[in-house]
């Protein structure tokens, strides 16, 4: 009838607008960058020549064909599995060491969860001291307990291990900073799920008799499988397109290429080289992982709806 | 009893052990921040505690000599607009997913989650490209304007499940009660919502804090540099003069955030969850 | 005071018809009670009403005007939900206030208004309290007065006391239809709790599937049910059906006698199978069957009955109502 005045009661007309400008604004910045990403990787754009044209798969044979590009894949999966692994592992055991109670939990808690509430760059920066080559405070504490620095020590009798100046040392590093910084996310997320399991479950096995391990894989894991899953989600998610840890530390070294990862070499590529087109072919090589994600998300989520 | 003591004892050591596991990088930027550099620079002494008396030195240098302070500022101001803009754009949106949408706004609801899946590794080449089209690389305005892309989408799901949990009836008593939909948007929806919307606030700060890759690609003057950019690449430079207050300054930007992010870690890891398994 | 028509109102949820073609007219100050089991379209009825939900056919008159397309704000009506919908982060004088802020109403006025209610209502004392501190007795209370406190044309209630512990609702019913008559306000009043509605309603509208099955005042539901759904809905227990000469024969268990108990008026004769005899204190139900139809007879305790034997029944002709077999609707004969 009076149109203009029951404007603000008006469903079909608000929804739609009030979703605009967010919906406006990821198409804009995320939706057109993704889409760009690929016809970049399918182009021969560098920041010298933004006038580009389509030349086809020639960047992703040319990747594919580089030695440094395989060690980067290589080197980008080995972290993800182990680190994910490993976060599984000990997520798991502190979660039960955090379900119980003690004094001083708020504290305890703090503490443990600092390497993911504080901004990982900086985080990073103390494993920079921690690794360094002459003054790392690891090796005072080996030499200390005998293990470095003696002739016929079990580490050798160098002084120092030199952590990011050895590719297989600095693998390891890196992936105990990963490990380090997503124990707490996974812990969280674990003790979330183990709160939801009934108690009643737990007790009742405990009475027929049920050991820890049989107790751990005939009840808590399989209840615990759902949040087994959105753990290995997150834990996957942000090492497999992380390159934080990888700048601060290695830069992708020690030489050539030990500790290269696809990020770091998309943006050595891309950025620093202006490679633009190259740079966008290395990063389209998340997606496959990224969208298997998504699916695992969506089932997830559908699960969630149903039930 | 021996077994009961020996369980307690085996629960306070791996305790113990996570502890140490994850905070000695934070005790040792401590310990270094404050040791004279003619201690901190003798291998032969104990790195994790003084051997002389401690000093304010590197303190002292870090907000004299360095950018620090600059990188702070910077952070801190491009975290306030990007939170703004957040918050202007996710609650809205947010709302009108999760009340007024029916069936299409929970898909369209996923579909901004998802947009969080697209990691800024795979995004940071063509936004460095309409970046520098736009005219804003080394400026902060470059930053403010990019990471929505990130603090949008999770924002908007966190939101939208907050706006969930608030019982209908309560709506729509409003509106029998001489509301419109906006006037109980306004009037009763958002204020039972200041919760969410805090946590929303705190997650987003923390969000562009943490951020490294966006401000790497966008940023090469020294002035401009945020937090975790700055401290890395101004202060590393294999030059071990500044060991003392680049711990110093990991430490000072560490702590407050962290603690922002734990007092409201629940919440937001409750909403996490919630994004991917139930709701 | 207003009077509320409906003709026609039709809503669809999808394939489902909720509601599938009501009219029905509610008087000025008239207190209507939908009642009917879950699913039966009386609370998708009254949101219609409020205009929380649009129909897709019919009109919507209140006070002569049709108000299909007006938002609920303006339609002059007030509502109580189940929940109470109390708004969490505002003191019971400000839930009660808020209609009269949001009007826009200057503060004096609004805090005569809200204390004229509230004492009305007798929950004065609680102003300044939040809804969490209150009981479910006292949300309730607060509920209605800032229902009320606006003066509304009609007054929605959606199943008000089934919130309330068994104790109270009792007390409540009646202070809620004394109130009701006190003021006049036209009422529409949901349930699916036959006994709220045969206390509260001047009149009752038993629905099932989306249509209104009977209305009228509680007795001619009781005792004159219009079809077999509402006489079997009707009553605890509700009434016997057993089929004779083509047609259903349906009676209320209190009407279902001993021969020998009977006056001499016309009688319909039944033998009847007792199986089990229940006592319940100042009553007894006796169980048991027609030929092959399960029935009950709800007798006073002094009739002596063993379980297992046959005895000799009989209900006044009058007592008795006819239904068709298939249709189930009523047969006058």
Not at chain 1, 58 to 84: C, E, G, H, M, W
Not at chain 3, 172 to 185: H, N, P, S, T, Y
Request: proline share 5%; aromatic share 12%; hydrophobic share 50%.
């Amino acid at each position: 009838m009076k149109p203009k005045k029951h404007f603000f009661d008006r469903e079909t007309v608000l929804a739609p607008l009030l979703v605009l400008p967010a919906g406006l604004y990821i198409v804009l910045f995320v939706g057109f960058p993704f889409v760009m990403s690929f016809v970049y990787s399918i182009s021969n754009v560098t920041v010298g020549n933004p006038n580009f044209k389509i030349v086809g798969l020639q960047n992703f044979t040319a990747i594919l064909a580089d030695p440094v590009f395989r060690t980067s894949l290589f080197n980008t999966v080995i972290f993800t599995v182990v680190s994910v692994l490993l976060v599984l592992v000990f997520a798991h055991i502190l979660a039960e060491l955090l379900l119980r109670d003690f004094r001083g939990k708020w504290l305890v808690r703090f503490l443990i969860m600092l390497p993911w509430t504080a901004p990982i760059a900086l985080g990073a920066v103390g494993f920079l001291w921690f690794l360094d080559s002459v003054f790392s405070p690891i090796d005072w504490l080996l030499r200390d307990v005998g293990l470095l620095g003696k002739p016929g020590a079990l580490l050798g009798p160098a002084s120092n291990l030199y952590w990011l100046g050895r590719p297989v040392l600095a693998m390891a590093s890196i992936i105990l900073v990963h490990v380090w910084r997503l124990l707490p996310l996974g812990t969280v997320i674990l003790i979330s799920g183990m709160n939801s399991i009934p108690k009643e479950i737990v007790e009742a096995a405990q009475m027929d008799g049920a050991g820890y391990f049989r107790r751990l894989f005939d009840i808590n894991l399989p209840l615990l499988f759902p949040v087994i899953g959105v753990t290995i989600l997150f834990a996957t998610f942000f090492t497999f397109t992380d390159m934080t840890v990888v700048w601060v530390l290695t830069r992708g070294g020690p030489p050539p290429n030990a500790t290269q990862v696809l990020a770091s070499l998309a943006f050595l590529t891309g950025i620093e080289g202006g490679d633009l087109a190259q740079g966008a072919a290395i990063a389209i090589f998340f997606f496959p992982v990224l969208a298997g994600l998504a699916i695992i998300v969506l089932r997830l989520v559908k699960k969630a709806i149903v039930t | 009893m021996l077994k009961k003591i020996f369980l307690k004892g085996g629960f306070y050591g791996a305790l113990a052990f996570f502890i140490l596991f994850s905070a000695s990088p934070f005790y040792i930027m401590l310990i270094t921040t404050f040791k004279k550099s003619h201690d901190l620079f003798n291998p032969n002494n104990n790195p994790f505690f003084f051997a002389e008396l401690p000093t304010l030195d590197h303190m002292k240098l870090l907000f004299s000599q360095t950018l620090f302070t600059t990188f702070l500022w910077n952070t801190l101001l491009v975290g306030v607009a990007v939170v703004v803009i957040t918050v202007l754009l996710a609650v809205p949106a947010a709302f009108s997913l999760a009340r007024m949408a029916g069936k299409w706004g929970e898909s369209i609801g996923i579909g901004i989650f998802l947009t969080y899946l697209v990691p800024p590794t795979l995004l940071f080449i063509p936004l460095s490209r309409i970046v520098a089209i736009l005219g804003l690389q080394n400026s902060l305005w470059s930053l403010i304007l990019v990471y929505p892309t990130f603090t949008v989408p999770f924002c908007t799901w966190l939101l939208m499940s907050f706006f969930k949990s608030i019982p209908k009836d309560i709506e729509e008593q409003a509106l029998i009660d001489g509301c419109s939909r906006m006037g109980a948007f306004f009037r009763i929806l958002l204020p039972l919502a200041v919760p969410g919307i805090i946590s929303v606030v705190v997650f987003a700060f923390t969000l562009v804090a943490n951020e490294y890759i966006y401000a790497l690609a966008f940023i090469q003057d020294s002035a401009k540099k945020t937090i975790g950019i700055g401290l890395t690449t101004e202060l590393v430079r294999g030059d071990v003069f500044y060991w003392g207050s680049l711990m110093g300054g990991a430490l000072l930007a560490s702590i407050p955030v962290a603690l922002l992010y734990t007092f409201f870690l629940d919440r937001i890891i409750s909403g996490l969850a919630m994004g991917a398994s139930k709701r | 005071m207003a009077f509320v028509q409906l003709r026609g109102i039709k809503k669809q949820f999808g394939a489902v018809n909720a509601v599938d073609g009501v009219d029905l007219e509610i008087k000025d100050g008239e207190f209507l009670v939908l009642l009917g089991p879950s699913g039966s379209g009386k609370t998708t009825l009254m949101r219609l009403c409020a205009g929380l939900e649009k129909p897709t056919a019919g009109e919507l008159v209140i006070d002569g005007e049709v108000v299909n397309d007006v938002p609920p704000r303006e339609r002059g009506i007030a509502m109580v939900f189940q929940s109470y919908a109390l708004y969490p982060h505002k003191t019971v004088f400000k839930n009660i206030a808020f209609p009269l802020t949001v009007e826009g109403l200057d503060k004096s006025e609004i805090r005569y208004k809200v204390e004229l209610a509230a004492g009305l209502l007798g929950i004065g004392r609680l102003l300044e309290r939040m809804p969490s501190q209150i009981s479910g007795g006292e949300k309730q209370r607060v509920a209605i007065a800032r229902a009320l406190v606006r003066k509304p044309k009609v007054l929605l209630m959606d199943e008000p006391l089934s919130n309330l512990d068994a104790k109270v609702r009792h007390t409540a019913r009646v202070e809620l239809k004394k109130f009701q008559q006190e003021i006049g306000v036209t009422t529409i009043y949901v349930t699916h709790d036959q006994a709220e509605a045969m206390g509260l309603g001047d009149r009752i509208a038993v629905m099932s599937e989306g249509r209104v099955r009977q209305i009228g005042i509680p007795e001619d539901i009781y005792h004159d049910p219009a079809d077999t759904f509402v006489a079997g809905f009707i009553g605890n227990p509700p009434m016997n059906f057993v089929e004779q000469n083509g047609v259903i024969v349906g009676f209320r268990p209190e009407v279902f006698l001993p021969a020998e108990l009977a006056s001499t008026e016309d009688q319909t004769k039944f033998r009847f199978k007792v199986t089990r005899v229940e006592n319940l204190g100042s009553f007894k139900l006796a169980y048991g069957t027609i030929g092959e139809t399960g029935v009950i007879a709800n007798l006073q305790l002094r009739v002596p009955l063993e379980e297992g034997r046959e005895y000799d029944f009989s209900v006044r002709s009058k007592d008795v109502r006819y239904y068709h077999r298939e249709t189930g609707v009523r047969i006058t004969k």
